[in-house]
């Protein structure tokens, strides 16, 4: 198994931390990973994205150029990321904020009005777990109670009352999507 992933967003939506727990999550089910972050000068505000691969055998580079899967929060992930999508692959966008369709015929096209489902469990700011719990669905390299475990184990000790609301909001992701979406 080989999966590549960018999830792409502003500073701020949490795009950092949900490639960091997939990326946990994975190695705590023994897969082999890698987590690349990047950001802009601004911590909030600021572009952000992450490079998650996991895979079950040893990976030659953390770089990809054709992500698998792309999930975008905003328009400017979204417009930069749309092209690089690999053949085949899946863009996952957030329809409650990006503004357009994309326009790809040869990739899965997969809207998921993540920040108004974050806004249904209680707050906004949970947009990233809504679509890490979409993408688990879509492409289930992991089961989604893994995750969930293992977002018990990484989340910081200081951050711990937000525990219920982030299993809520992948649970929603999750949930949001009851069809295979094909190509």
Known sequence: MYHDLIISGSGG??????????????MDAGYQVTWMPSYGPEMRGGTAHCTVIV?????????VRNPQTVIALNRPSLDKYEPLVATGGFLIYNSSLVGREPHRPDIALVAVPGSDLAREVGDERVLNMVMLGAFLRLRPILP???V?????RHMAKRRHELLTLNTA????????????VPL
Not at 55 to 63: S, W
Not at 148 to 152: M, Q, V
Not at 169 to 180: D, E, I, K, Q, Y
């Open 13 to 26: 939506q949490g795009a950092l931390f949900a490639g960091q727990l997939l990326a946990y999550a994975a």
């Open 55 to 63: 895979a079950d055998a040893p990976i030659g580079a953390p770089l």
């Open 144 to 146: 989604l109670e893994e």
């Open 148 to 152: 969930c475990r293992a977002l018990e």
């Open 169 to 180: 909001a992948l649970r929603r992701g999750f949930s949001a999507l009851t069809v295979p």
